[in-house]
């Protein structure tokens, strides 16, 4: 077998800060676990506009297509707000996900420990807190037609259409199912089949999907709303949530604040089969460029590790390897280890960026 391609795209702002503590673990993966990877790495966001005039050059795509998985640190920052809307940092992300067809967004809400105490809810809601939301990420209500603010009458009106095929639904759905038999093997199907045609099929085409290649997975529905209140009441009763683009956004976001700080939460979007049977997939962290701290060593670049660790779990095949580097970020976090913005009303002394990529190493 071929040495596995990561595509590394460090990106703006602590992009690059936080991918070069990823660095350091990805090389010690080569070195100690004998598990190489074939890394190169390119630019995208403001970075690859001001090298070539465009968020994502045509070669640096080209790459992504042929890389067993892309790990991405962020795009954008304040030097770039004036730029025309076709070459903003924010379009090469897009190009990645439209062009590589990732119709699976994968949002993990876990609670190391630790952290507990930092969540919006009670330490015992979310004490070992682990589910995963499978958001839809190419089709609905963002990109249905038709769209725009028309004239009607003597008014205008803004127009969005939620629209979804058969197939759209039933690829997504059986990426949850898949994801489901390697975690708790459960789902639940959230959408609004009470008032929208297109939650009527969705919950139709999961059920059909279910029934006839996943039967073993346990199955159930509940309307986005009363899912987002269960969501904040009592999260651990969940597995794999698998919903729409819109529905997704709003409940990933939720289920973020669930666990703390946006430095923790790790990202992966899937698309189809490559040759390998391994899915086309980009991982990144949740949080953007953060200009406010780039440049002062106060980045957490645990949402990056957890990114790679997501990585070496769904495109490497190397699950053990993924608990391995899991743990040792909860090991330094139980140790006390904090980046500022992982720092209690208790006080002490926070760490750098740096210094975090070297106690997770250690660990
Ligand atoms: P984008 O539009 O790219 O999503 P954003 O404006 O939503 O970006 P972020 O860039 O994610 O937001 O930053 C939001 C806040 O969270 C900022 O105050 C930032 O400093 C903080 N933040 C984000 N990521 C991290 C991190 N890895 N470590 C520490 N703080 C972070
Ligand atoms: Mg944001």
Redesign the pocket.
């Known amino acids: 077998m071929s040495t596995p391609s990561l595509l590394i795209l460090p990106g703006d702002?602590?992009g690059p800060e936080?991918m070069a503590e990823v660095r350091k673990i990805v090389d010690w993966f080569g070195k100690k676990r004998d598990l190489a990877f074939d890394v190169s790495e390119d630019l995208v966001g403001g970075a690859a506009y001001d090298a070539h005039g465009a968020p994502l050059s045509d070669a640096t795509m080209a790459r992504a297509q042929e890389a067993d998985a892309v790990l991405l640190g962020?795009?954008?920052g304040p030097k770039y707000d004036d730029l025309d809307f076709s070459v903003k940092p924010?379009r090469g992300l897009l190009r990645l996900r439209k062009e590589m067809d990732l119709f699976a967004n994968l949002r993990p809400a876990q609670c190391f420990d630790a952290l507990a105490d930092f969540s919006s809810l009670k330490r015992d809601v979310v004490a070992g807190l682990d589910i995963m939301i499978v958001r839809e990420l190419t089709s609905g209500i963002y990109f249905g037609e038709p769209r725009g603010i028309v004239q009607e009458g003597n008014e205008r009106v803004g127009v969005n259409t939620q629209r979804y095929t058969e197939s759209e639904i039933d690829r997504v759905a059986r990426a949850a199912f898949e994801l489901a038999r390697r975690r708790g093997n459960k789902v639940c199907s959230m959408e609004k089949a009470n008032v929208m045609e297109s939650g009527i099929l969705w919950r139709e085409v999961v059920t059909k999907v279910h029934a006839e290649s996943y039967p073993d997975v346990e199955l159930s529905h509940m309307y986005a709303d009363a899912g987002a209140m269960q969501l904040c009441r009592a999260p651990k009763q969940f597995d794999v949530i698998v919903t729409d683009n819109l529905f997704g956004d709003i409940l990933s976001d939720c289920a973020a604040m669930l666990t703390g700080?946006?430095?923790?939460l790790p990202s992966a979007s899937l698309g189809a089969p490559m040759a390998n049977g391994r899915p086309k997939a980009l991982y990144e962290?949740?949080?953007?460029?953060?200009?406010?701290?780039a440049g002062q060593g106060?980045?957490?670049?645990?949402?990056?590790i957890l990114s790679f660790a997501m990585a070496l779990r769904y495109s490497f095949d190397k699950g053990e390897e993924a608990d391995r580097l899991e743990r040792a970020v909860e090991a330094v976090l139980a140790q006390g280890a904090r980046?500022?913005?992982?720092m209690g009303p208790e006080g002490g002394a926070p760490i750098s960026?740096t210094e975090m990529g070297d106690a997770v190493l250690d660990a």
């Open positions: 702002g602590i936080v962020a795009v954008g924010e700080s946006l430095g923790m962290p949740v949080h953007g460029s953060a200009p406010d701290i106060k980045a957490n670049p645990i949402a990056c980046t500022p913005d992982l960026t």
